[in-house]
Protein backbone atom coordinates (compact mmCIF):
# COMPACT_ATOMS: atom_id res chain seq x y z
CA UNK A 1 0.00 0.00 0.00
CA UNK A 2 1.34 3.67 -1.10
CA UNK A 3 0.41 6.24 1.29
CA UNK A 4 0.50 9.84 -0.45
CA UNK A 5 0.01 13.01 1.52
CA UNK A 6 -2.01 15.73 -0.13
CA UNK A 7 0.82 18.36 0.11
CA UNK A 8 3.06 16.43 -2.14
CA UNK A 9 0.10 15.78 -4.94
CA UNK A 10 0.56 17.24 -8.20
CA UNK A 11 -2.50 18.40 -10.33
CA UNK A 12 -1.41 15.17 -13.10
CA UNK A 13 -1.68 12.89 -9.82
CA UNK A 14 -4.98 14.55 -8.79
CA UNK A 15 -6.69 13.74 -12.01
CA UNK A 16 -5.27 10.37 -12.51
CA UNK A 17 -6.23 9.26 -8.94
CA UNK A 18 -9.69 11.02 -8.46
CA UNK A 19 -10.76 11.21 -12.02
CA UNK A 20 -11.08 14.94 -11.74
CA UNK A 21 -11.64 16.96 -15.20
CA UNK A 22 -10.62 20.19 -15.74
CA UNK A 23 -12.95 23.36 -17.36
CA UNK A 24 -11.50 27.15 -17.67
CA UNK A 25 -13.00 30.51 -18.11
CA UNK A 26 -15.87 29.56 -15.07
CA UNK A 27 -17.87 32.71 -14.16
CA UNK A 28 -19.37 33.73 -11.06
CA UNK A 29 -22.90 34.89 -12.21
CA UNK A 30 -24.56 32.18 -13.00
CA UNK A 31 -23.77 30.61 -9.48
CA UNK A 32 -24.18 33.38 -7.48
CA UNK A 33 -25.70 36.46 -6.78
CA UNK A 34 -23.41 39.49 -6.24
CA UNK A 35 -23.96 42.28 -4.48
CA UNK A 36 -22.74 46.13 -4.25
CA UNK A 37 -20.82 46.47 -1.43
CA UNK A 38 -21.52 49.12 1.60
CA UNK A 39 -19.63 52.06 2.43
CA UNK A 40 -18.36 50.24 5.45
CA UNK A 41 -17.53 47.59 3.69
CA UNK A 42 -15.60 49.32 1.26
CA UNK A 43 -13.53 51.03 4.05
CA UNK A 44 -13.11 47.33 5.91
CA UNK A 45 -11.82 46.08 2.38
CA UNK A 46 -9.45 49.50 1.85
CA UNK A 47 -7.95 48.49 5.02
CA UNK A 48 -7.46 44.50 4.82
CA UNK A 49 -5.50 45.76 1.96
CA UNK A 50 -3.47 48.45 3.32
CA UNK A 51 -2.40 46.12 6.01
CA UNK A 52 -1.34 43.24 3.92
CA UNK A 53 0.44 45.62 1.42
CA UNK A 54 2.30 46.69 4.42
CA UNK A 55 3.59 43.53 5.33
CA UNK A 56 3.92 42.47 1.09
CA UNK A 57 6.62 45.62 1.11
CA UNK A 58 8.98 43.74 3.48
CA UNK A 59 9.13 40.64 1.92
CA UNK A 60 7.09 37.61 1.57
CA UNK A 61 4.33 36.68 4.08
CA UNK A 62 4.44 33.64 5.31
CA UNK A 63 1.32 31.09 5.30
CA UNK A 64 0.17 31.64 8.56
CA UNK A 65 0.28 35.42 8.58
CA UNK A 66 -1.67 35.41 5.12
CA UNK A 67 -4.32 33.32 6.95
CA UNK A 68 -4.39 36.65 9.97
CA UNK A 69 -3.91 39.66 7.80
CA UNK A 70 -6.40 38.81 4.78
CA UNK A 71 -8.42 35.24 4.88
CA UNK A 72 -9.52 35.52 8.45
CA UNK A 73 -10.59 38.90 8.06
CA UNK A 74 -12.28 38.79 4.31
CA UNK A 75 -14.36 35.90 5.98
CA UNK A 76 -15.02 38.35 9.16
CA UNK A 77 -16.20 40.87 6.71
CA UNK A 78 -18.76 38.80 4.49
CA UNK A 79 -20.34 36.94 7.06
CA UNK A 80 -18.76 33.30 7.60
CA UNK A 81 -18.62 33.90 11.51
CA UNK A 82 -21.80 34.06 12.07
CA UNK A 83 -24.55 31.46 12.78
CA UNK A 84 -25.40 28.94 11.04
CA UNK A 85 -22.00 28.61 9.71
CA UNK A 86 -18.87 27.03 12.00
CA UNK A 87 -15.34 27.25 10.62
CA UNK A 88 -12.79 24.73 11.49
CA UNK A 89 -9.17 24.63 11.01
CA UNK A 90 -6.37 21.97 10.62
CA UNK A 91 -8.67 19.65 10.69
CA UNK A 92 -7.09 16.08 9.38
CA UNK A 93 -9.03 14.52 6.23
CA UNK A 94 -10.44 10.78 6.11
CA UNK A 95 -7.98 8.32 4.31
CA UNK A 96 -9.14 7.88 0.37
CA UNK A 97 -8.32 4.88 -0.97
CA UNK A 98 -7.64 4.32 -4.26
CA UNK A 99 -7.85 0.69 -4.64
CA UNK A 100 -6.67 0.14 -8.64
CA UNK A 101 -3.82 2.07 -6.88
CA UNK A 102 -3.35 0.47 -3.48
CA UNK A 103 -2.67 3.75 -2.56
CA UNK A 104 -3.71 5.80 0.40
CA UNK A 105 -4.34 9.64 0.28
CA UNK A 106 -4.46 11.64 3.62
CA UNK A 107 -3.89 15.02 4.62
CA UNK A 108 -5.19 17.99 6.70
CA UNK A 109 -7.09 20.56 4.97
CA UNK A 110 -6.24 24.49 6.35
CA UNK A 111 -9.91 26.32 6.77
CA UNK A 112 -13.50 24.55 6.16
CA UNK A 113 -16.54 26.62 6.62
CA UNK A 114 -19.99 24.27 6.94
CA UNK A 115 -23.07 24.89 7.81
CA UNK A 116 -24.43 23.85 11.01
CA UNK A 117 -27.97 23.42 10.75
CA UNK A 118 -27.60 21.79 6.89
CA UNK A 119 -26.77 18.21 6.73
CA UNK A 120 -25.23 16.47 3.89
CA UNK A 121 -26.19 12.65 2.81
CA UNK A 122 -26.24 10.32 6.39
CA UNK A 123 -26.41 13.12 8.37
CA UNK A 124 -22.55 14.46 7.87
CA UNK A 125 -21.72 18.24 7.77
CA UNK A 126 -22.78 20.02 4.62
CA UNK A 127 -19.52 22.04 3.37
CA UNK A 128 -20.06 25.85 2.55
CA UNK A 129 -16.18 26.52 1.86
CA UNK A 130 -12.54 24.83 1.61
CA UNK A 131 -10.06 26.74 1.42
CA UNK A 132 -6.39 26.42 0.99
CA UNK A 133 -3.57 28.87 1.74
CA UNK A 134 0.09 29.33 0.48
CA UNK A 135 2.45 32.04 1.48
CA UNK A 136 2.94 35.52 -0.79
CA UNK A 137 5.91 33.81 -2.87
CA UNK A 138 3.89 31.05 -3.94
CA UNK A 139 1.13 31.01 -6.65
CA UNK A 140 -2.46 30.09 -5.24
CA UNK A 141 -2.58 27.23 -8.52
CA UNK A 142 0.59 25.38 -6.44
CA UNK A 143 -2.61 24.85 -3.91
CA UNK A 144 -5.16 23.46 -6.46
CA UNK A 145 -4.34 19.41 -5.54
CA UNK A 146 -4.70 19.82 -2.48
CA UNK A 147 -7.69 21.54 -2.57
CA UNK A 148 -9.33 19.05 -5.06
CA UNK A 149 -8.49 15.69 -2.64
CA UNK A 150 -10.13 17.77 0.22
CA UNK A 151 -13.12 18.63 -1.74
CA UNK A 152 -13.39 15.21 -3.52
CA UNK A 153 -14.57 13.54 -0.20
CA UNK A 154 -17.53 16.14 0.36
CA UNK A 155 -18.42 15.06 -3.36
CA UNK A 156 -19.57 11.75 -1.63
CA UNK A 157 -22.32 13.48 0.41
CA UNK A 158 -23.26 16.59 -1.67
CA UNK A 159 -23.75 17.70 -5.06
CA UNK A 160 -20.91 20.40 -5.34
CA UNK A 161 -18.69 22.96 -3.08
CA UNK A 162 -16.98 26.39 -3.27
CA UNK A 163 -13.36 26.47 -3.06
CA UNK A 164 -10.61 29.16 -2.68
CA UNK A 165 -6.80 28.92 -3.11
CA UNK A 166 -5.26 32.29 -1.73
CA UNK A 167 -1.60 33.72 -1.10
CA UNK A 168 -3.15 36.55 0.47
CA UNK A 169 -2.78 38.73 -2.80
CA UNK A 170 -4.16 36.53 -5.43
CA UNK A 171 -7.17 34.32 -5.18
CA UNK A 172 -8.19 31.38 -6.58
CA UNK A 173 -12.07 30.53 -6.84
CA UNK A 174 -12.84 26.58 -7.63
CA UNK A 175 -16.46 25.57 -8.13
CA UNK A 176 -16.14 21.74 -7.79
CA UNK A 177 -19.08 19.06 -9.21
CA UNK A 178 -19.94 15.83 -8.12
CA UNK A 179 -19.75 13.65 -11.51
CA UNK A 180 -18.43 10.39 -13.13
CA UNK A 181 -15.62 12.39 -13.83
CA UNK A 182 -16.41 14.60 -11.49
CA UNK A 183 -15.19 18.48 -12.80
CA UNK A 184 -14.16 21.61 -11.29
CA UNK A 185 -14.24 25.20 -12.90
CA UNK A 186 -11.41 27.57 -12.81
CA UNK A 187 -12.95 31.21 -11.69
CA UNK A 188 -11.54 34.77 -12.84
CA UNK A 189 -8.39 35.02 -10.70
CA UNK A 190 -9.06 37.96 -8.46
CA UNK A 191 -6.24 40.21 -7.08
CA UNK A 192 -6.84 42.31 -3.79
CA UNK A 193 -4.14 44.69 -4.60
CA UNK A 194 -6.11 45.66 -7.52
CA UNK A 195 -9.66 47.92 -6.77
CA UNK A 196 -12.40 46.33 -9.02
CA UNK A 197 -10.90 43.14 -8.05
CA UNK A 198 -11.02 43.43 -4.42
CA UNK A 199 -14.57 43.76 -4.73
CA UNK A 200 -15.52 41.17 -6.30
CA UNK A 201 -13.73 39.61 -4.21
CA UNK A 202 -15.60 40.36 -1.21
CA UNK A 203 -19.01 40.24 -3.19
CA UNK A 204 -18.18 36.24 -3.90
CA UNK A 205 -17.46 36.08 -0.50
CA UNK A 206 -20.57 37.17 0.60
CA UNK A 207 -22.49 35.81 -2.12
CA UNK A 208 -21.30 32.06 -1.22
CA UNK A 209 -22.16 32.71 2.33
CA UNK A 210 -25.46 34.40 1.87
CA UNK A 211 -26.38 30.99 0.19
CA UNK A 212 -26.27 29.23 3.62
CA UNK A 213 -28.20 31.35 5.31
CA UNK A 214 -30.81 31.23 2.34
CA UNK A 215 -30.85 27.81 2.56
CA UNK A 216 -31.52 27.68 6.37
CA UNK A 217 -33.95 29.84 7.27
CA UNK A 218 -36.00 27.61 3.73
CA UNK A 219 -35.62 24.47 6.17
Not at 2 to 25: A, C, E, P
Not at 52 to 60: C, D
Not at 94 to 103: G, H, L, V
Not at 122 to 147: D, M, R, T, Y
Amino acid sequence: MTILNTKNLSLGDVHRLLGFQMYWDGSFTPLLSLELLTEFERQELNQIRDDFRNYLSEGKVYEGLVKALTVFPLMRLAGFYRYPIKIALEEEIENIEIEDEETRITGRLDILAVNKTQAASGNSKFWVLVIESKNSGVAPSVGLPQLLTYAYQSLERQPSIWGLVTNGELHQFVYIERGNPPIYQMMPLLNLMEFESAIQLLQVLKAICKLQFVKSTNL
